[in-house]
């Protein structure tokens, strides 16, 4: 958590890579207490604007939660703090987090899909918040760290093959 701007609004940052394992028995238990336990922080914390940054990378499929989990929590939101929520922004998205904002973007608000915001580097995501009051768990700036390395070595590999370069160029 940390906070912006001149009325220091809260920055909640939500780590998925810390959920627990879907092969937990509990876990349905697990997780509906772990959602009232972040409702009631967001309540209490949130007076004014807020924003959520949900940190998506170095999440193994088996601990992102379910689109049934999803669904339920953006239903039981209050309408304040729906309407006091800024932005959500979403950084490493995987495919399967994009596949479900859109499958599910015609049950949602319009109001509230245009608060969603895809951001693939921490680099774009320090663009866009002040990141001296938010917290990146060290596993994360790993991931990033590696995505981009892999990213500028996919690119120097397409700039050096004669054939990718020239399709680049058209």
């Given amino acids: 958590t940390g906070y ?9 940052v939500f780590t998925a890579c ?8 509990d876990y349905n238990y ?29 999440t193994p499929r088996r601990r ?16 304040r703090l729906r309407k006091n929520l800024k932005s959500f922004i979403i950084v490493h998205p995987s495919w399967f987090i994009r596949t479900i904002l859109a499958v599910t973007r015609p049950f949602i608000s319009s109001k509230f899909s245009s608060k969603i915001q895809y951001v693939n580097t921490l680099a774009e995501l320090q663009e866009m918040i002040p990141m001296e009051y938010v917290h990146i768990p060290d596993s994360i700036v790993k991931y990033d ?5 892999k990213r ?6 397409l700039s050096n093959d004669p054939e990718m370069a020239s399709v680049e160029q058209e």
């Fill in 152 to 157: 500028r070595m996919r690119t120097s590999c």
């Fill in 145 to 149: 760290e590696e995505k981009c390395i």
């Fill in 64 to 79: 992102m939660p379910g689109f049934g989990w999803m669904k339920k929590c953006y239903q039981m939101i209050d309408r």
């Fill in 4 to 12: 912006y701007g001149d009325g220091l609004n809260a920055i909640i």
């Fill in 30 to 58: 697990v997780m509906e207490n772990l959602f009232l336990y972040v409702i009631s922080t967001l309540e209490l914390m949130v007076a004014e604007d807020y924003m959520i940054v949900y940190l998506n990378g170095a």
């Fill in 18 to 25: 810390f959920l627990p394992d879907s092969s937990r028995t």
